[in-house]
T-cell receptor, first 113, second 116 residues
Framework: GDSVTQMEGPVTLSEEAFLTINCTYTATGYPSLFWYVQYPGEGLQLLLKATKADDKGSNKGFEATYRKETTSFHLEKGSVQVSDSAVYFCALSEKTGRRALTFGSGTRLQVQP | NAGVMQNPRHLVRRRGQEARLRCSPMKGHSHVYWYRQLPEEGLKFMVYLQKENIIDESGMPKERFSAEFPKEGPSILRIQQVVRGDSAAYFC??????????????FGEGSWLTVV
């Protein structure tokens, strides 16, 4: 079945540091890939997505590129801020059939001033 | 366009009571999903519904849990005879189901159930 593997957290960075959160996936089909962010006590917000190989999703300074050859969708940001502190979830969804999202376990990011 | 609306945001129930969580999908969305998030854990898929139909309930516990998405009105996740282990955040999500973004899923803000 489908699965998503994320690097374990917490990831602790200083403000303005470079961020990478690794995500790899296994899928039977040709899925769409997503990053969601969850701030404390809140729901999940869609951060970015990519629907086909070599697509780059981007939003709020975050980027991730759909790499079919390495089955990866790593999240990056060039300069993190304290306000980026949250839990980040990588997820995939098949385009047909079972459309429900399969999530990774989440990576907590803590940015220190 | 209003987002996915869930209520109540917080619910406290005593052991043995029933919990009902409601979800109104985004306008134009015909697909609804329920997920559960236990403390300090990721989200686990529970059930996927379209109007009046359960498409995939492979993540639902076999007993005490049920879900519906009637022709009119919100989707309901019902938990009977709650136990302390049911304490969690329950997230509803919706998607259009068709089109290029048909499988882009948007989440509500969640309903936090506490069983005392």
């Amino acid at each position: 079945g489908d699965s998503v593997t994320q690097m374990e957290g917490p990831v602790t960075l200083s403000e303005e540091a470079f961020l990478t959160i690794n995500c790899t996936y296994t899928a039977t089909g040709y899925p769409s890939l997503f990053w969601y962010v969850q701030y404390p006590g809140e729901g999940l917000q869609l951060l970015l997505k990519a629907t086909k190989a070599d697509d780059k999703g981007s939003n709020k300074g975050f980027e991730a590129t759909y790499r079919k050859e390495t089955t990866s969708f790593h999240l990056e940001k060039g300069s993190v801020q304290v306000s980026d502190s949250a839990v980040y979830f990588c997820a995939l969804s098949e385009k047909t059939g079972r459309r429900a999202l399969t999530f990774g376990s989440g990576t907590r990011l803590q940015v220190q001033p | 366009n209003a987002g996915v609306m869930q209520n109540p945001r917080h619910l406290v129930r005593r052991r043995g009571q029933e919990a009902r969580l409601r979800c109104s999908p985004m306008k134009g969305h015909s697909h609804v999903y329920w997920y559960r998030q236990l403390p300090e854990e990721g989200l686990k898929f529970m059930v996927y519904l379209q109007k009046e139909n359960i498409i995939d309930e492979s993540g639902m516990p076999k007993e005490r849990f049920s879900a519906e998405f009637p022709k009119e009105g919100p989707s309901i996740l019902r938990i009977q005879q709650v136990v302390r282990g049911d304490s969690a955040a329950y997230f509803c999500a919706s998607s259009p189901g068709t089109g290029l973004s048909g499988n882009t899923i948007y989440f509500g803000e969640g309903s936090w159930l506490t069983v005392v």
